[in-house]
């Protein structure tokens, strides 16, 4: 089994559509949770931590369920340059563990 | 904020000859370094684990004779492939850890592309 395993791709939705990404982590020791998302041929840039309690960012909203290890997140009012992968990520012990990464197309 | 410097940035080689990549931090001590692999269409994979000073730890699964790891100092940290072969083509990219600099602790290269021919 993955560490980290996250919803097959690619998500295409249109302008302004809500999108929704699942995320699920083999490693009950985990301590740190993130979103990243990389754009294509790029490095990885932080989109943001995930917390217990849920943390909103501006249109995104990611949430932790330590008990079920899942971890999801969520994009209102999807803009084009929301396109992108977004790659659910671990830290079981002082280092990052990624998953597969999810493909989201926003098309005009 | 931290900055990780790597290059270079694409490298094409012919198959059996060494490749060097170097990381450097540029306004920070990285006193732990991560080196990953990634194929296209997957995702970044772990290949190990370099402390300054120390030998590096290798996931399972990576030959350590055949990726290299130097951490001399506390801001350069190098991945040699050696006797590169096509299926060693990949997008392998470095992350530091950063006590202090991004708040997070985690600034990554912007990666190399390497490309074995």
């Known amino acids: 089994r993955k560490e980290v395993e996250q919803d097959p791709g690619p998500f295409n939705v249109p302008e302004g559509a809500t999108v929704a990404f699942n995320c699920t982590y083999s490693n009950s020791a985990s301590q740190s949770f993130f979103w990243y998302r990389q754009d294509c041929r790029k490095e990885p840039k932080l989109l943001m931590s995930v917390y217990s309690s849920g943390n909103e960012d501006g249109r995104f909203t990611a949430q932790l369920n330590r008990a079920s290890q899942y971890i999801s997140l969520l994009i209102r009012d999807s803009k084009l340059s929301d396109s992108a992968t977004y790659l659910c990520?671990?830290?079981?012990?002082?280092?990052?563990?990624f998953g597969q990464g999810t493909e989201l197309s926003v098309k005009p | 904020g931290a900055v990780v410097s790597q290059h270079p940035s694409w490298v094409i080689c012919k198959s059996g000859t060494s490749v060097k990549i170097e990381c450097r931090s540029l306004?920070?001590?990285?006193?732990?370094m991560f080196w990953y692999r990634q194929f296209p269409k997957q995702s970044l994979m772990l290949m190990a684990t370099?402390?300054?000073?120390?030998?590096?730890?290798?996931e399972q699964g990576v030959e350590k004779d055949k990726f290299l790891i130097n951490h001399a100092s506390l801001t350069l940290s190098t991945l040699t492939v050696t006797s590169a072969h096509p299926e060693d083509s990949s997008f392998y990219i470095c992350?530091?850890?950063?006590?202090?600099?991004?708040?997070?602790?985690?600034?990554f290269g912007s990666g190399t592309r390497l490309t074995v021919v």
């Open positions: 990520v671990v830290n079981p012990g002082g280092k990052l563990i």
């Open positions: 306004d920070f001590q990285a006193t732990t």
């Open positions: 370099s402390n300054e000073g120390s030998k590096a730890t290798y």
């Open positions: 992350s530091a850890r950063d006590y202090g600099g991004t708040g997070y602790g985690y600034t």
